[in-house]
């Protein structure tokens, strides 16, 4: 696996105040994942994905984008234990995923979340499985309202919120388990322009504030140069790396900023790059 830990890893830790990580000590890893998936019995096998390699270091913030089919979901779901790989491994702090496990907080564009409980018992519903106490989850709970700005709303129901809010609960509901990484795809792909901007900003706050190790697919590049530390590009046919750009602008950043821009414009272009 040498070398997925590129420098970028190094450098993000630097700029949160770690020490840089060794490969080994990195919260997530995929190392040489592929994925194809067989024919419907007329033959045309898909290769989805051929060998992807990269990881994401303790504490840093990765986005991964890439033109349509270039296999950002089925990565995903097998990073979150969702789906089988044909080739490779992923490690969760060195040890080798092979199903869905609380060590993740996973956030996908639908909400997914259960109508007839309330904000709170959404958010209370993966401790109900814990060792804490009742009054333990209850502080909990109350804990991840006050990060995400819902506490007013424990009572209310999803669907007198809106989708920027059902998603702040989707976040504070896979944060309240404590997970060592959190997943999302396309999180915010299901909200208005204004709001997505606004999860934005509340996401780095949650991600500032609690140290989380993120991975963060998305297809939009503005919002993948907003977040990440560095940028996973993909390219298609098969789903593959093409290049790790490093995004080391001080944060909070502005759009309008020259080196913003050049960013965007590097990563447009790789994924525009073709086969
Ligand atoms: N269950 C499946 N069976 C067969 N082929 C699949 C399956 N899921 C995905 N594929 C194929 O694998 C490739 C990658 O698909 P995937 O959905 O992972 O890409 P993506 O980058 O997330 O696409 P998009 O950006 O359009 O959502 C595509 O060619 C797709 O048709």
């Given at each position: 696996m040498a070398g997925v830990n590129g420098d970028g890893a190094a450098d993000a830790a630097e700029r949160n105040g770690r020490d840089p990580p060794a490969p080994s000590e990195a919260s997530v890893a995929l190392d040489g994942v592929g994925k194809t998936y067989p024919g419907d019995g007329d033959g045309g096998s898909?290769?989805?994905?051929?060998?992807v390699s990269f990881s994401v270091a303790d504490g840093e913030f990765v986005c991964l984008v890439g033109p349509s089919g270039c296999g950002k979901t089925t990565l995903f779901r097998i990073a979150a234990g969702l789906t089988e790989a044909t080739d490779g491994r992923v490690l969760l702090d060195g040890t080798e995923v092979t199903g869905p496990t609380t060590d993740m907080g996973v956030v996908f564009q639908e909400y997914h979340l259960f109508p007839w409980l309330t904000v709170a018992e959404n958010v209370g519903f993966g401790l109900?499985?814990?060792?804490?106490?009742p009054a333990e989850r209850e502080a909990r709970v109350d804990e991840m309202l006050d990060l995400v700005g819902l506490t007013e709303f424990r009572d209310a129901y999803p669907k007198s919120l809106s989708g920027g809010m059902k998603q702040r609960v989707a976040i504070a509901r896979s944060l309240a388990v404590d997970p060592d990484l959190l997943l999302m795809d396309e999180p915010f792909g299901a909200v208005d322009a204004q709001t997505r901007e606004m999860l934005q900003r509340e996401l780095l706050d949650v991600w500032e504030s609690t140290g989380k190790t993120i991975l963060f697919v998305t297809h939009d590049v503005a919002e993948a140069v907003t977040l990440a530390d560095r940028i996973v590009v993909m390219a298609a046919?098969?789903?593959?790396?093409?290049e790790i750009v490093d995004?080391?602008?001080?944060?909070?950043?502005?759009?309008?900023d020259a080196a913003f821009a050049e960013r965007v414009g590097r990563v447009r272009e790789l994924i525009g790059a073709g086969p």
């Open positions: 898909v290769r989805a994905l051929d060998d109900e499985r814990s060792d804490r106490s046919d098969p789903g593959r790396v093409r995004v080391d602008i001080e944060r909070p950043r502005d759009r309008g």
